[in-house]
């Protein structure tokens, strides 16, 4: 594929890097070297998920789409750019659910008139992602409303989302995944481009590796390119650092929302967001209460507001088990009019 160009980009990054380049060069040729990586990704997904069904497959698209996210966050939160990891959190969902998945609905409904996904696993989708959003606004609510906070409740929280997410993979892979809609693997008779699962497996692991590795460089150059372009810690983290670590999750869902695969989609974005709302955020608060590092649940009153508004836009809008591109258009306008209100409000930063 033409695309696999860009893997020039990798060692390109590095050796920026290395000799100290400007911060927003690095930032810029690191971000470019995913796009490949990704691409990569999304193939050895789709070959396993040609094998394990939507389900398996988009679950392992999630977590592995999450790698970076999961890396950059921990790499940022050593150099003590907490406020940047909580906004790339935040970021991460927003994008995830109304950018990626907008596109996606875009990119699979132009040209058909609708497309249908299941409703019982967006349903328990959603019902997640409120519960997590919901965790994830009461310590700034409590923080808040608080006149004189003595404490935060960050880490007790993360307990419950952790507890509540490996329930939520009990009951979508064992207890109830007949009604998640496990469909026989083979629904368009296409496997000549599939890769075996050995060389799936191999694909993805080394390209985990791989982004692990570029995702450390990026993350040593995002505050300072931020700082250049004017942008506060929390713009960079919603906008510029959820973005690049959402590049996987927007190439893989638009590429199956393409093939009028909405399912798989569907689940990788969704299934992402709640990994990050209800895995990846309780595990840096356990890393930092581990290591002495700050990082809590506290956001900003602008980040608490654009979570529930997401929330609410993406399950008024996948309840049905249908999809066209309008919908999509709505999605991205919602990302769109969240991000110009934080590139122009000064948002103050939260210290517990």
């Known amino acids: 594929m033409r695309i696999y ?15 100290e380049a400007a911060p927003w060069l690095v930032f810029l040729t690191s971000a ?56 790339s959190i935040v970021g991460s969902i927003l994008g995830n659910l109304l950018f990626v998945l907008g596109v996606a609905m875009i990119a699979g409904g132009t040209g058909r008139s609708v497309q249908y996904f299941n409703r019982e696993s967006a349903s328990l989708g959603s019902g997640l992602l409120f519960l997590a959003v919901s965790a994830l ?37 064992k207890t109830h995944k007949h009604l998640l809609g496990e469909r026989t693997p083979d629904e368009t008779g296409h496997t000549a481009s599939l890769w075996s699962v050995r060389v799936a497996v191999a694909v993805l692991v080394g390209v985990t590796v791989v982004i692990a590795v570029v995702s450390e460089v990026l993350t040593g150059s995002v505050e300072a390119t931020a700082k250049m372009m004017g942008l506060s810690d929390v713009f960079a983290g919603v906008i510029l650092l959820a973005t690049v670590g959402n590049l996987a999750q927007l190439i893989n869902s638009v590429r199956f929302a393409r093939k009028d695969k909405m399912d798989l989609a569907l689940s990788i974005t969704v299934g992402s967001s709640t990994q990050i709302a209800l895995l990846v955020a309780p595990l840096l608060v356990f890393i930092g209460f581990a290591t002495g590092q700050r990082m ?24 049905d088990g249908e999809s066209h591109w309008m919908e999509g258009v709505m999605l991205v306008a919602i990302y769109l009019i969240l991000a110009i209100g934080l590139y122009f409000l000064p948002v103050p930063v939260v210290t517990p």
């Open 137 to 173: 606004m009461v310590p700034a609510l409590f923080f808040h409303s608080a006149t004189a906070p003595t404490r935060e409740i960050s880490v007790e929280i993360a307990v419950i989302l952790f507890l509540v997410y490996g329930l939520s993979l009990l009951f979508s892979l």
């Open 296 to 319: 809590d649940l506290v956001f900003t009153e602008f980040e608490v507001i654009g979570l529930a508004i997401t929330i609410l836009a993406v399950r008024n809008l996948t309840h």
């Open 5 to 19: 160009w860009l893997l020039v980009m990798v060692p390109v990054s590095l050796a920026l890097d290395w000799f």
């Open 32 to 87: 470019l070297s995913i796009v490949p990586l990704a691409s990569l990704m999304e193939r050895a997904t789709e070959s396993l998920a040609h094998v394990l069904g939507p389900n398996l497959g988009g679950l392992l698209s999630a977590s592995l789409g999450n790698a970076p996210e999961m890396i950059i966050a921990i790499s940022a939160l050593f150099k003590g750019l907490d406020e940047i990891v909580k906004a």
